[in-house]
Each structure stands twice: as structure tokens, then as C-alpha cells.
């Protein structure tokens, strides 16, 4: 079976900057992989061309076998990979309900408002998630940012991907709401999910990955075990530079 996920040479350049310096990895089936790196290193520029978002200088994206490096962002959702953003992003005039209902219906954005979504289906990923029956009414300006960070984990689950992107999930949370982000990825690393995950908390992050990979301003520097990677001697000084 093809790789997930594959990125060979990805280069992105905004004038002068080269924030993606010519990236390769790769994702195994079921794997998850850390992508860290101080602030500014590319990581969130990673994710936007692999999700087309923002186009690459040169290089190519690989989902199982297909390139998707040139197709539309919804196109490749269907395709099978989703994101969630470092900023939580939920459509503000929209309750949690209906937030979820956009991922369930990605093509049908406008259309799904006049019409009944799946409403057994918008439960479950709202309860999947850690949210309660009632929470399905509120709207994002209810939300506290752990709530806010569930709902990007339910609206990203809602497309039905094989392949999660993860930034910042753990980003201002609580202890308490970490660990609830935390089993939620585990329990979906159990049942067979992909990840690449961002995440500048470091110890929560180490229990959920199988593998990391370290980059610093766009430059692929380190790749093993997590510990491996944190002990190793470039990837301690880009976090001592960013101090
Ligand atoms: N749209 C853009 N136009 C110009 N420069 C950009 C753009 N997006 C990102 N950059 C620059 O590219 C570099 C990488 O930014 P990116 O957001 O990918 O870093 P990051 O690793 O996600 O950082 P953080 O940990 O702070 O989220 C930075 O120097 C940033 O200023
Ligand atoms: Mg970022």
C-alpha cells in the first residue's frame, strides 16, 4: 500500500524568504508523526500547501499514491486529508451543530444552511469530541478556547479523513483539556488514524507520536525517535536560538 502522506522537495518562497527549503518525509499507514520547530520554523506553512491552501514553489504532495499537489483544497479533503488551524476558525454566526454540518457537507456549504443536516451524525462527533447534547446549540463566542479546539477536532473529523493534520491542538488549553485532546488522539491512533502534529507543548506531544521530525527556518534538520530528535545537538540550539 501506497504511503498516506509523501513530500518530496517542497519549496515555498514569499519573496526573499524560503520558508519551506526544499522538504522531503514521509508518513507511514497508521503512523503518527511530530513536526516541531521554533516559532517561524514553516510548520503551519507546511500544512497549507499540503492542504492547497497556499501554493507550493516547487516540489510535490503524495496522498496514497495520488499527487494532489495541484487539485483544489475540497478536492483534496476528498481525497482523504484534513486540518485543523493553530487560530480555531469556527464560522461565528453558525452554532457548534452547525459548524460540524460544514465538515459533514464540504461541498454543500450554502446549500446545508436551509436544509436539516445528519443530525445523528453531528452528535456523535460533537460527543466524540467531549462536548454534551446541550453544547450542540451554543455558538463559538460561548466556547472557551479548549471547546474551541474541540470543534476544530469535530468539524476536521467530520470530512472523513484518513490522514489528520493537527497544529497547535494543545495550544492555550488547560491541563484538564489537554489530556482530553490527548485520549481523544489516542483513541483514534487505536483505531487506525494518520497524524502529523504540530504542537509547541513538547511533553504532551511525546506520548502521541511515533516518530518526529524537526525543521528550522524551512530546513528539514532532524528526523527519529522523539527523544532522539530533542536530544539532537541542532535541534536543541534552534530552540535555545528561538529563546
Ligand atoms: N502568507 C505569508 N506571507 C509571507 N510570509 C509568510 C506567510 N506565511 C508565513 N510566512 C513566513 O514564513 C515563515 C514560516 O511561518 P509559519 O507560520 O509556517 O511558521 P510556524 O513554524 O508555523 O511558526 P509558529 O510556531 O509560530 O506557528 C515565517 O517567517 C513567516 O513569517
Ligand atoms: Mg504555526
Known amino acids: 500500500m501506497s504511503s498516506p ?22 508518513v507511514a499507514q497508521g503512523e503518527s508523526l511530530a513536526l516541531i520547530g521554533p516559532n517561524g520554523a514553516g510548520k503551519t506553512t507546511i500544512f497549507s500547501q499540503i492542504m492547497g491552501e497556499l501554493r507550493q514553489t516547487a516540489g510535490t504532495i503524495t496522498l496514497f499514491g495520488n499527487e494532489i499537489s495541484k487539485l483544489s483544497t475540497p478536492a483534496r479533503i476528498r481525497e482523504g486529508v484534513s486540518r485543523t488551524y493553530q487560530v480555531p476558525r469556527p464560522f461565528g454566526e453558525m452554532t457548534v451543530a452547525e459548524n460540524i454540518r460544514v465538515g459533514l457537507m464540504p461541498d454543500n456549504i450554502w446549500h446545508m444552511i436551509t436544509r436539516s443536516g445528519n443530525a445523528d451524525r453531528e452528535l456523535e462527533l460533537a460527543l466524540s469530541v467531549g462536548f454534551s447534547e446541550d453544547d450542540l446549540k451554543r455558538t463559538p463566542s460561548e466556547l472557551s478556547m479548549g471547546d474551541l479546539r474541540k470543534l476544530e477536532m469535530a468539524r476536521t473529523m ?27 488522539i489516542q483513541q483514534m491512533r487505536k483505531d487506525g488514524m494518520t497524524f502529523l502534529i504540530v504542537s509547541h507543548d513538547l511533553k504532551a506531544l511525546e506520548p502521541l507520536v511515533d516518530r518526529a521530525i524537526a525543521i528550522e527556518q524551512g530546513t528539514h534538520i532532524a528526523e527519529g525517535p522523539f527523544a532522539q530528535v530533542m536530544a539532537d545537538d541542532a535541534v536543541r540550539a534552534s530552540y535555545l536560538g528561538a529563546a
Not at 502522506?5 to 514521509?26: C, E, P, Q, W, Y
Not at 470530512?159 to 488549553?173: K, N, S
Not at 491541563?175 to 485532546?181: D, K, L, R, T, W
Request: hydrophobic fraction near 55%; charged fraction near 15%; charge should be negative.
Open 158 to 184: 467530520a470530512t472523513g479523513p484518513r490522514v489528520m493534520l493537527l497544529d497547535e491542538v494543545f495550544a492555550g488549553l488547560t491541563v484538564g483539556e489537554i489530556a482530553q485532546i490527548a485520549a481523544l
Open 5 to 26: 502522506l509523501v513530500i518530496s522537495n517542497l519549496r515555498k518562497t514569499f519573496g526573499g524568504l524560503v520558508a519551506t527549503n526544499d522538504v522531503s518525509f514521509s
